[in-house]
């Protein structure tokens, strides 16, 4: 069992909780992922590991509110105890070498840009980031990333926050004005991605993407996870989550992605309203 040492609501769908589980915190790295299990018959769910602390034995997980089982996470208060907290697995996110990077960041992807942008500001590279939100009441670690970036941009489609626009119109605008980077690194909706790998292909920019596909175990067995890279076959959770932006088949990737959107959907509103039922 893994205890919920802390539990914090970012906005309306998106949650933050710290989760004890010292011998994942010892190996975990910006860019791998855990599997949960919220109690004994739940389904296998991926999220990402947001952040660590190797000392106090701790990880950190952001989730957005999207199906049945992170209705049921959510629910969850500190002092629960999750059933199943498995990790970490994936390959970490390559930083050797680099000198200056943008990370772009989208929605609840961001959670899953900042430790990799905090592991490239400790290593001394020049970090600038760009998190999109669709408004700013959804803005989430702004001040974290803040911190540890040389230049920070933040978007929102409507103009309530920062600059009205999309990721990629902040980041033409740093590659038009003569920013040279190592490495664009992208992490967020699918669309967001292709789009950024479009825009970076045509200034010759090196791009990685972190793909989170629908995964059932973990370990490469069901396949469920898998991405057309370069008209190769790859499995997310163990070949990636981080593939070349430039040889994902993004179209593939969403058309499998919303083949379960409309279930997903369904078992979140059967889930919310189950809870109602329960809180009358």
Known sequence: MYKIIKKEILNPA?????????LIAKKAEPGQFIMLRVD???????????????????VTIIFQIVGATTEKLN?????????????????KTETEGLKKVAVVGGGVGCAIAFPVAKKLHDEGVEVHSI?????????????EFAE???????MTDDGSNGSKGLVTDALKELLDSGEKYDEVITIGPLVMMKFVSL????????????????????????????????????????????????????DEAIARTQMYQQFERKAHEDTCNLYKMEVK
């Open 14 to 22: 998106v949650t933050k909780m710290v989760i004890d589980a010292p």
């Open 40 to 58: 004994e018959n739940g389904e296998r769910i991926p999220l990402t590991i947001a952040d660590y602390d190797r000392e106090k034995g701790n």
């Open 75 to 91: 629910r969850l208060n500190e002092g629960d105890n999750l059933h199943d907290f498995v990790g970490p697995l994936g390959k």
């Open 131 to 143: 998190i999109g939100f669709r408004n700013k009441d959804l803005i989430f670690l702004e001040k």
């Open 148 to 154: 540890i970036s040389d230049k920070i941009f933040v």
């Open 199 to 250: 825009l970076t292909k045509k200034y010759n920019v090196k791009t990685v993407v972190s793909m989170n596909p629908v995964m059932v175990d973990g370990t490469g067995m069901c396949g469920g996870c898998r991405v057309k890279v370069g008209n190769e076959t790859k499995f997310a959770c163990v070949d990636g989550p981080d593939f070349d932006g430039h040889q994902v088949d993004f």
